[in-house]
């Protein structure tokens, strides 16, 4: 006999599933780091977990994120630099709206993507 899910139920599915691609924060190891243009290559170091097919549980790692902003602490023209090597950690923040627009202008931009949480989204903090 076939169950009709409540509606309950169906509005959990879907919001699980809409908040599995939400990014937030995540550890991340530096693979390459451009100095001239503060940017890393990041490992993410949490994987990324699921139910397989069989209904076990699955892991399988993210892919490299490329060309990260990183990002130092400072403000009123005095800025903390600190060294960034590859094997480095560092903290991968996620924006809630795409930065494209506003690393290649600055200001305040509309962001021309509806994109949320994206993994190109990120911008590294060394530590």
Known sequence: MTR???????????????LKGLR???????ETYDADRREVSAQPLILEGFTGEGGDR???RLPVITGVPVIMPGSGGVRIKFPVT????????????SLDAWLARGGE????DERRHCLADAVAIPG
Do not use: I, K, N, W
């Not at 937030?24 to 530096?30: E, G, I, K, S, T």
């Not at 590859?86 to 709206?97: Q, W």
């Not at 931009?109 to 021309?112: E, R, S, W």
């Open 58 to 60: 699955e892991t399988e």
């Open 86 to 97: 590859v094997g480095d950690t560092v903290m991968l923040v996620f924006s809630s709206s």
């Open 24 to 30: 937030v924060m995540l550890p991340a190891r530096v």
């Open 109 to 112: 931009v509309d962001p021309q």
């Open 4 to 18: 009709t899910p409540s509606m309950a139920g169906v509005l959990d599915g879907a919001m699980g599933a809409r």
